[in-house]
C-alpha cells in the first residue's frame, strides 16, 4: 500500500490517494475518523490540491480529474499539454509536477516536460498563462493576496528559484543570491 499527494482543506480534512488495487482517495476528518472519500476508475494519482470548500483536484495519469465534494469524480480535462496534439509521454508520472487553484474557479497545473503553467477553466479549455525560461521548469505555484503569480522552478543544474508574475506581466526572480528586500 503506497499513499499519495497529502492535502487538506479549509476546515481541516485530508486527503490523498491510497494505492492497493484499486487507488481510493482518503479521507480524515478533524475528529481523527478516515474513511473512503471516492472510489472511481483512477489509474496514476500524482498531484491534488484541496479548494476551501473541499473540491479536490488531481492529476491522474496525466488528466485533470475533479472529486466533489461528496466524493464524485469526473475528468476535466484530459491529456493535460500545452502542445496539440498532446505528445504519447503525457502520462509520464513526472511530467506535470504541481496543481493550485485562483479564487475564481480555475486551475493551475506546473507542466514542467513542457517548462509551463497552464490554466485550465471550469469547462475544461486550457491556455497556457507561464512560460519558464532556458533550463528552468514548473514545480509548482500560487497566487498571492494581489494576485500576482509566484512559480517555484527548477534548473537543469539541481538549483531552484521563485519568480514572481505580476498581475501587469512584470517578473522577478529570487534566488539564494538575491538580497532581501
Do not use: C
Not at 490517494?17 to 484499486?22: F, M, S
Not at 497545473?109 to 477553466?121: N, T
Amino acid at each position: 500500500m503506497n499513499d499519495y499527494s497529502f492535502v487538506r482543506d479549509r476546515t481541516g480534512n485530508m486527503y490523498w490517494a491510497e494505492r492497493d488495487r484499486q487507488t481510493v482517495i482518503k479521507k480524515r476528518s478533524p475528529d481523527g475518523r478516515v474513511g473512503n472519500h471516492a472510489v472511481a476508475d483512477f489509474r496514476g494519482v500524482r498531484w491534488m490540491t484541496a479548494t476551501p470548500d473541499g473540491t479536490l483536484f488531481l492529476i491522474d495519469d496525466g488528466d485533470l480529474r475533479k472529486v466533489s465534494p461528496d466524493g464524485q469524480g469526473v475528468t476535466v480535462a484530459a491529456k493535460l499539454s500545452g502542445r496539440d496534439p498532446a505528445p504519447a509521454n503525457v502520462r509520464n508520472r513526472h511530467y506535470h509536477m504541481g496543481l493550485w487553484t485562483d479564487g475564481k474557479g480555475s486551475v493551475y497545473v506546473a507542466v514542467a516536460q513542457e517548462r509551463l503553467v497552464l490554466q485550465v477553466s471550469a469547462d475544461g479549455k486550457s491556455k497556457v498563462v507561464a512560460r519558464s525560461s532556458g533550463s528552468w521548469s514548473p514545480t509548482g505555484g500560487m497566487f498571492d493576496r494581489d494576485g500576482n503569480l509566484w512559480l517555484l522552478e527548477y534548473g537543469s543544474a539541481n538549483a531552484v528559484r521563485a519568480r514572481r508574475i505580476d498581475r501587469d506581466g512584470r517578473e522577478r526572480v529570487f534566488t539564494a543570491d538575491t538580497p532581501a528586500r
